[in-house]
């Protein structure tokens, strides 16, 4: 029932199912962007006329919106940027060199992994993986033995895998991570568009958030650092819009937010995000929950049906993604049929080689579900993924 609200789904046949990668887009967001750029198209924080003010409104907004969806203390603590993937670079690059080991997960997107060997890091030289069990399911027995001998560590970890769809505990995380002076980002790219995140209640010390998984545009996201680390932090990139006073000696910035978001930022993004906040406000996360759920328990019953399929963990404490492939078919052979069918799924690693590597696979295929999935998406979904078995074996 909730498809009607999005534009795509009024002009695409396709059954869409690769909402880990991105989301659709619900109408409202669509409009406030193009109402940016036909009625007060104007840059922010500099100007005092109308259009420019407007603008600034509007974007400001969105960081209030954000503060209060995710329950943080103050705005300052909302910092724009492109999305995830710059939210952990910004991090690796600006507060973390100086931590002598970083702990992630085996879960880990790229996004997560490689910023921290761009710093010279390796399993040898200051980079811990925590491991998992046969269930993928996130190990605290050696998480807490990695932190007992590396107090003062940076731990950065995904709250969902987009791979997997597996939840990991982040309070608990949070927790054992302080219990030994250590801090914690959080990777939320697929956190928003499934769960209420409250960063106060999680006490989690950064949080990176994307717009494009959240049913807002792409080219936009947001990190969350807790007020005390702020000062800690230095910018990522300095120039327009950053700076209190400048002279050729020296130049003096702002406090947060602004001196973190250099140079204009993607304004109708921006817009375009705190609208699809207020999308999922309506909606509510409760019903979000409860619709998602279902029709995720629906596909895992349905593919559990079909002959020689391979799941790589069950559906406890997982949500979005689930991630399978068939016994001696190659799972991208499947992907070009079942697009030819008018299915889109993902096949592949899904940027996450390194737990691919540990289960022995190339990749997997990928369905990934939100909230205006249905159970006619599912049940042709199915139907096409049985022709398409039918034609390679």
Known sequence: MFKRDFP?????????????????????????????????????????????????????????????????????????TKGVTEAINMIADTFTRDYKSVIISSLEHHSNIVPWHMQGRDLTNG??????DNNLNFDFEEYENI???NP?????????????GKIHDIKRVCDLAHKYESVVLVDGAQSLAHAKIDVQKLDVDFL??????????????????????????????TGGATINEVDFNSSTLLNSPYKFEAGTQNIAGVIGFGEALKYINRIGYENIKTVEKDVYNYL????EKIPNIIFYNDTKDCIGSRSFNIKNISHDDIGILLDKMGIAVRVGHHCAQPIMKKLGIKGTIRVSTSFYNDYEDVNRLIKALKKALDMLS
Do not use: W
Request: hydrophobic share 30%; net charge positive; glycine share 4%.
């Open 127 to 132: 980079l811990k993986v925590v491991g998992c």
């Open 300 to 303: 895992n019953s349905e593919l």
């Open 8 to 80: 795509y789904f009024a002009n695409s046949k396709t059954v869409y199912l690769d909402n880990a990668a991105t989301t659709q887009k619900p109408k409202n967001v669509i409009d406030s962007q193009i109402e940016y750029y036909e009625k007060y198209c104007a840059n922010t924080h500099r100007s005092s006329y109308g259009d420019a003010n407007m603008a600034t409104r509007k974007y400001e907004n969105s960081r209030e919106l954000l503060k209060e969806f995710i329950n943080a203390k103050k705005s300052e603590e909302i910092i724009f």
């Open 147 to 149: 932190l007992k001998k």
């Open 208 to 237: 990176a958030l994307s717009s494009h998984k959240t049913f807002g545009p792409t080219g936009v996201g947001a990190l969350y650092v807790k007020e005390k680390h702020l000062e800690n932090m230095k910018p990522y990139q």
């Open 152 to 164: 003062n560590s940076f731990v950065s970890v995904t709250h969902i895998s987009n791979a997997f």
